[in-house]
């Protein structure tokens, strides 16, 4: 079946430091790919996504790029600030599966003045 | 555009009471779905919905009930609520498959003691 793994958090960062958070995953043919963020008492918004193997989605200064020789979709930004403190999920959607996104479990980022 | 709402955001139960969850949407919607979030779980499809008068069990649905008699709206019920049920609970809705995006309510913590 389909399947989301993130790299294990929390992750705390420095403001203006490089963020990374890994994200690959597991299905047949080509699923849509996607980064959801949900800020402290919120529910989760769509931060980016890419429908095809090496597109790149963009958002906020966030980047991701879909790549299907790899299985992944890594979320990146140059240079975070104290407000992109939030929970991260990578998710995929597959054609077939009833309509269903396939999440990670989150990352929990916190980026300190 | 309210976007997807949701009541109650706060409810304590007993165990063994029930209550029923509302979702809402004013986006002329045709998928709606109800997850659960716990710690270090990510989230977990409870029941899904392709349109009105239709649900479909997802990854988690015992215990749960749904009904959607109207587009617009989209209810949960616990029946006979459970320690293990306490949650925070999300609904989401979306336009429709390819270009498919979530759009999520703010959620409801529930605790049953």
């Known amino acids: 079946g389909n399947s989301v793994t993130q790299m294990e958090g929390p992750v705390t960062l420095s403001e203006e430091a490089f963020l990374t958070i890994n994200c690959t995953y597991t299905?047949?043919?080509?699923?849509?790919l996607f980064w959801y963020v949900q800020y402290p008492g919120e529910g989760l918004q769509l931060l980016l996504k890419?429908?095809?193997?090496?597109d790149k989605g963009s958002n906020k200064g966030f980047e991701a790029t879909y790549r299907k020789e790899t299985t992944s979709f890594h979320l990146e930004k140059g240079s975070v600030q104290v407000s992109d403190s939030a929970v991260y999920f990578c998710?995929?959607?597959?054609?077939?599966?009833?309509?269903?996104?396939?999440f990670g479990k989150g990352t929990l980022l916190t980026v300190n003045p | 555009n309210a976007g997807v709402t949701q009541t109650p955001k706060f409810r304590v139960l007993k165990t063994g009471q029930s209550m029923t969850l509302l979702c809402a949407q004013d986006?002329?919607?045709?998928?709606m779905y109800w997850y659960r979030q716990d710690p270090g779980m990510g989230l977990r499809l409870i029941h899904y919905?392709?349109?009105?008068?239709?649900?479909a069990k997802g990854e988690v649905p015992d215990g749960y009930n749904v009904s959607r008699l109207k587009k617009q709206n989209f209810l949960l019920g616990l029946e006979s609520a459970a320690p293990s049920q306490t949650s925070v609970y999300f609904c989401?809705?979306?336009?429709?498959?390819?270009?498919?995006?979530?759009?999520f309510g703010p959620g409801t913590r529930l605790t049953v003691t």
């Open positions: 986006m002329n919607h045709e998928y």
């Open positions: 919905s392709v349109g009105e008068g239709t649900t």
């Open positions: 998710a995929l959607y597959r054609g077939g599966s009833n309509y269903k996104l396939t």
């Open positions: 299905a047949t043919g080509y699923p849509s």
């Open positions: 989401a809705s979306a336009y429709r498959v390819p270009s498919y995006e979530q759009y």
């Open positions: 890419a429908t095809k193997a090496d």
